[in-house]
Each structure stands twice: as C-alpha cells, then as structure tokens.
C-alpha cells in the first residue's frame, strides 16, 4: 500500500538496499558499494535530490543498456600529474571515484594531481568525492559539466548544465571541514519547479521564461515549466565558469557538451555519456599538515565570530550545515519522503530486494 | 592645469610612461616592463579600473618602502608539479608572471602545473596571465585573496575580499579567446559606490550596510558608503569560494587572510604581503591542440547562435566584450578619465616623466 507519510530509515539499511539492487541489475560489489556509498551520503547531509532515490534511474538505465552494467573502468596516466579514467559508460560514481583517488596519488608524489573523467554518467554529488581527498591531507575539487538547462548570459535558450563545482579542505582540530558544493546556476531547476507548485513568486535572478524573460510568478504547470531555463549564478559570472567546466569536462574528453548531454530521466533511446574533471592539491608540498589545520582552525574561529545579519542565527563555515545534519540523521535516521518511499518500494519488489521500513 | 575631458591616448605612450614612473622610483627594467603591460593591457581591455590609474598608488608605495622597490623574487619548486614563488612584498606583477611561466613550465612537462605566490601586492587584472597560458596551448586559470570588502554569508561584519578568479582557454580558429574574469562578490564594491554617487537604487543582493541590513538605497555619503559591505555572488556559493581562495592563497602560503590584509590606499603605516593562487593544465596532454581549437570553435558557434534575450544584441563568448574593446582601443587609443589625467599628471611633475596627452 503507498505511503504518505515521510519514514525515518537508517543509513545502512538505505545503503544495504541500494548495494542490492545495483547488485541485482548486474553491478560488480565494488561498484555498487561506491554508488550505494556516495548516494547515502547525500541523503545523510541532507541533500535527499542526490541520495538512495537516484537508484530507480539508475537501475532502469542500467536494466535497458543505457548504462553499462559491467563496465571496464581504466585509467590512462599521460604524465607525472595527470590522467585520464574511461568509464565505460556505467555508473558515474566509480569512475569519479577511482580518479579521485589517482589524484591523491599523484598529487603525494607531484604536489597536484588531476584527471579527467570520460565516458561516466552522473556521480551523484560531488561533496563526498572532495572530502575524501580532504581527509587525506588535501585540498580536493571537482566539476562536471550537465544535462542542458541554464542559458548562457544574455540568451534566451539553455545550454550549459546547472554544472556542479565543489571545494572541500582538510578540516581544523576545533572547527568543522570545509567543503562548498554548488551548482554554477542561481538556484537549482528543482527550486524554481516546486515555487511553481506552491504558488510562490521568485527573484528576478532564478529563472526565464521559453522567450527568455525574465520570469517572477513560475506556472503550477509542468509542462510550461519545462520550458523554463534557470540563470547562470551571478549572471555573466556563472556563465563564465560554465565554459570552463565544459572546456575541461566535454572538450578535453572528447564528451557531449551542454545540448548533446542526454537527458537521463527523459530519454530511454540512447546511450549516454559525461564528462568531469577532479584535482587534489597536497597541502604538505607546503607546509606540515598540523600547521595547515592550525592556520584553517583560527580563520574559521574569526568567522564564527562575526555577528549575523538579520535574520540569521550565526555564520556557518561552509559545509557546517550538513555536517549537523549528517550528525543528526546518523542518530535518527534518513527522512524519506513517501513519493521516494513508494518509488524504492516498487522497485525492491521487482528486484526481489525489499525497500527497508 | 588641471583637465576636465577624457583624452584618448594610445596604449604605447601609456605603457613608456608607467615603465617610466616604475623605474623613476627605483624598480628594475624588467619589474617596471612586467608592471606596465599587465596595467596598459586592461586599460586596451576596457577594465581602466585596473589600468594605468595604478601607477599613483603603486609609486608612492614603492616611494615609500611600503612596496619593496628591488625585491629579490625567487621561485622555490617543491615537487615536480608544484612551487612557490616569493615576490619579496614588491610590486605584485612581477612574481606573478613568473608564477605562470613556471607552472606553464611544469604543465608542459608532467600535464598541469601549480605555483603559490607569496610576499605578493596586487596584481593588476587576471586576466593577462591566465591569456599569456591559453596562447601557449594551456588551460590558465589564477586567482588572488583581496583586502577585506564582503560579508561571509549570514554575517553582518566584512571578511573576504571581492577575490578574483580567472579562467581562459586556447582560442578556437574562428571564435574568440575565452576568457572570464570575475570577482566573487555579487558586484564590485565600485559599482555600489557609484550608485550611491548618482542617487540611483540598486537590487536588493548587491550590499549592505554597517548592520548587515540588505541595501537598496545606497547614501552618497563616502564616509558611510565605507562602512558598506559587497555581497558573495550567489549568496553562499561566492562565499564557499572566497574560502577556497583564502585556504589556497592565504593558508598555503602563510599569508595574512580577510580582514588582516593592508588596504593600499588607506593605510600608509604598514608593508603589505598578499597570495596568489596560479595553475596551468596543458591541453596536449589530453589531445592534439588543433582538435581542441576545432571543438571549441565548435561549441562556440553553437552558443553565438542562440537567439539574445529580450534586452540583449547577441550572446557573447566569456572574454568577447573585452577582446571587442582592445580592437577598437588599438585604433584611437585608451580613453583617460579626468581625474586619471589630473593625477598621473602629478606623478609625472615630481618623477620628471611627463604623462603623455
């Protein structure tokens, strides 16, 4: 029977679940951990747009051939600080993953390390990727280009993706890590689609309308609202930053860019394929770790320091919000919602792997 | 006496004037020729902000020792991909250009290249450094801390600074160089100065005011516009990147972060020392430099020919308007203000170089 109500469920049931069905459409172990992993943990910090719920996508993806189940994931190293890591055009979230980690490597030896991603899929969110190097003495960040729904300055058609960028640092002794994970757009698509639903006016900055004007009242109608594009952060600033994520994600690579990207929600015809570009900098190519984290510690204690604005409570470090949550929802339980619920439902029968409770 | 036009000047005289006044003062041939190009090339880009009006500040620091006026800058490589440069608290220009050489330098050889700048000044503009990596085959990109001017998001007290970050990428064959430079507060803190100048409203997440309130209607008042504070772009997500730049040019560097930095034209006390943050990523190290000349003139065709906004003549590639404006500037010369003229006028008397008209 479908739930309407929102059920408290803990992470490693959600992960155990996630782990089965992966496993199921025919995922090696190790993947299907990474994925499970790196989508639990979006929930967990409370980015429920990126966790457990993805795994319907996916696994009808992976189930059609439009995601490859068993895919050979490699890595081409072309020089001392740089590679590449092909995909195979699976899931998204091991070959970031293995790249990440190829990054660290070489930045131990070289004093920085990247590599490209190609041939991948969505990776989910791009925070538990640099925080993985973070918590390895580094200072990791990521990007990946998109599916197409922000114009570029002053057009009136999309183009780039809401391209996620993200930065995350060693943390202090006495303050919390430091991670900003952000997509290069004003706001998400989804926020402009649920102001829409409720009936809510926007700022003039979030969104235009299909003739490119500037939009304030979004329709309730979703199929007026496809036709909507959001608006690059800053406006010009975004715009700029999305050429470079896609100079590096889809140029480098050899990907789609921008338009090209198949949709992975709407297209159930092709094979798709992405591209994102990871780097880690090793801190102690600098100066000691503990010096670094005494250095970060004192500036963040200034921050936290500063009264707030009006109509705040206290200024956070970034990445401080989802570290409470993450806190919190380790205790209680992941919130998921009834829609989501009943999704994962549907899906665990099918697959023989029963959606916790 | 004094002149109430703009004159237009051409570039060349610009640049004899400023290596003048540079070595007038005691800096080497090479620091003054460094200096003056990053300074005259913004004027010919249209960003006179950052141009040749410098030259005042910058002399009567370097007059006063408050710049080391023959700084012994050093480059330290740490690792294969990885160094740093020590500007010795002189002129800013100078270590930063030799930053890009190196880390151009070690991207040619092990893919990407890194170089933290320490004992730096203000650098002038991004974006020649990140355009001298893109005509030699690199994806360039820098960025610098600044003296404090913006909240942290939900603070009410000024901490970042309005931080550049600088992207370019080797041109297309028939589009142009992509370059966006940009600082990361929602505006720069001139333009809310201006407004306020001019009696004229601004939107409602350009700044705020000595409490944090949000400011619509900036005082024409200088001595309360100071105590206004510029608004991270996006919100949270300029100021989860203005951590990242200090992390990188502060913290890896040991440099003074926010709100210690000296503010150059106000405090005549204290010798100042900032960080930059300088990387280069070879494109050959993906692909043939051709082929990603031929993608990316690809894309940008694309994105030229998506029909303008409503307000808009066409949409411009990332580095365009600037490109656009140096042609045009090449031909009847660099448009100097009145006050500029009046003041480099001055300079020029007591260095016995006179500024050109």
Not at 241 to 253: D, R, S, Y
Not at 322 to 329: N, S
């Amino acid at each position: 029977m479908p739930s309407n109500d929102t059920k408290l469920i803990p992470a490693d049931k959600l992960r155990a679940f996630a782990v089965g069905v992966f496993e199921k459409v025919g995922c090696p172990k190790e993947h299907a951990e990474i994925t499970a992993d790196v989508l639990i943990e979006s929930n967990l910090r409370g980015v429920d747009t990126h966790g457990v719920f993805l795994c319907d996508n996916y696994c009808k993806r992976l189930e059609q051939g439009l995601f490859t189940p068993k895919p050979n994931v490699t890595f081409d190293k072309r020089r001392a600080a740089l590679g590449t890591v092909d995909g195979d055009r699976g899931l998204g979230q091991p070959p970031t993953w293995l790249a990440m980690q190829k990054a660290i490597e070489m930045a131990k030896e070289c004093g920085l390390g990247a590599v490209s991603v190609r041939n991948s899929n969505h990776f989910g969110a791009a925070a538990p990727y640099a925080i993985h190097a973070a918590e390895r003495g580094c200072i990791g960040m990521l990007w990946s280009h998109g599916e197409s729904d922000v114009i570029p300055f002053g057009g009136r058609k999309k183009f780039f993706g809401t391209a996620p960028i993200c930065f995350a640092a060693p943390a202090g002794f006495d303050t919390p890590m430091y991670c900003a994970d952000m997509a290069t757009s004003q706001v998400a698509f989804g926020k402009i689609r649920a102001a829409g639903h409720a009936g809510k006016e926007i700022p003039p900055d979030w969104a235009v309308d299909a003739d490119g004007n500037v939009l304030t009242k979004p329709a309730s109608d979703d199929a007026i609202i496809k036709d909507y594009s959001a608006v690059p952060m800053g406006g010009a600033k975004g715009y700029g930053i999305a050429v470079m994520i896609e100079a590096t994600c889809a140029l480098l690579t050899g990907m789609p860019y921008g338009p090209h990207i198949i949709r992975k929600f709407d297209d159930w015809q092709n094979v798709s394929a992405m591209g994102h570009y990871v780097q880690a900098i090793d801190v102690e190519a600098f100066l000691p770790l503990t010096d670094f984290r005494r250095r970060i510690d004192e500036m963040f204690k200034e921050l936290k320091a500063i009264p707030p604005a009006p109509g705040y409570k206290e200024v956070m470090i970034p990445g401080e919000p989802e570290l409470r949550t993450k806190a919190q929802r380790l205790e209680t339980g992941c919130p998921i919602a009834p829609e989501t619920s009943n999704l994962l439902t549907a899906l665990g029968k099918r697959m023989g792997v029963p959606f916790p409770s």
